[in-house]
């Protein structure tokens, strides 16, 4: 095999911030305003009186209450404290206290870009313009689809190292994973892996196994007409994201909104288990026990990608056309 990615443990950096991330599936986003958190920055989602999605700081420049705690009224957010109310672009439209005569002078909250496609409501987290649209799902339209989320106590890095392994699941999934019914009927056999990168992303194939990473934050598993699994991890707090999944059903000639699930898949679970362990890991150790094989060439790529993207080479991230295998 060709030479390893770079293996550092100083590579296990943040997700980019100059990205689109899921805020939240469409069907949780209605009357409500939606209060979640991206890299640490406290936002809020609501519709306005034509169901367009908006985006902004949670929290009200008059006393600092968080709009989310809030209600949605004539298309705009009211504090639940004071009722000022602000429009999708943050600008405060109305303050009941204030005379009819009074001019409305604050400074707008800050709005972040907002888009809503392919089930979920997507938020802009960069400080500049928005760099074109979120990545589409393939397919989202010729589909039914199984939809939900889990907070998982761990850097969004992990699992979406995780849903790129190709040696884990024989451990982490018994009776649940092909991998691990494999090993029981005929033991470990040494598989061959081709990993590929293109200016898009990171594709890992093998019989049987389709893995995709593109940037900022998703991993495909599989890509038949009979299964696929969209996952997006988006980075929360510190040592805390969300993964948001998404499973493919059964074809369909009428689009419809997936269904919403709040049971965490067993697979998801047994995934979530051994990487919060992890965390706690890195937490109490530091980084500096890593050690990686040959086997790991996946999960490395996809940790260099990301170091690069986040600071700023997003064009360097996948570059080249490259191709190496992996015995595991």
Known sequence: MTELPTNAAADRVPLPQEAWYVGAASSRLTEAPV???????????????????????????????????????????????????????????????????QPVRTVPVRAYPAAERDGYVWVWTGKGEPKGQPLPIHGFDRYAWLQGATALACEAIMPIENNLDICHAAFTHPHMHPQWFRAQAAGFQPTRYELATDPGGLTVSAPGTLLRF???????????????????????????CIQHWLLQREPTHEQAAPIWSDREPEILAQDRHVLESAQRAYA?????????????????????????????????AFSGNRSICVLS
């Open 35 to 101: 209060a979640i958190v991206i890299h640490g920055q406290t936002i809020v989602l609501f519709r306005d009186s034509e169901g367009r999605a908006h985006a902004m700081h949670d929290r009200c420049p008059h006393r600092g209450v968080a709009l989310s705690l809030g209600t949605v009224s004539e298309g705009q957010i009211a504090c639940a404290y004071h009722g000022w109310r602000f429009d999708g672009t943050g600008r405060c439209r109305h303050i009941p206290s204030l005379r009819p005569e």
């Open 214 to 240: 593109d940037l900022p934050d998703r991993v495909t598993v599989g890509g038949s007409e009979t299964f696929r699994l969209v996952l997006h991890h988006v980075p929360t707090t510190p040592g805390r």
């Open 284 to 316: 109490n150790e530091g980084d500096a026990f890593e050690q990686s094989v040959e086997a790991d060439a996946t999960t490395l790529a996809a940790r260099r990608s990301i170091r690069l993207a986040s600071q700023g080479r997003t064009e360097e």
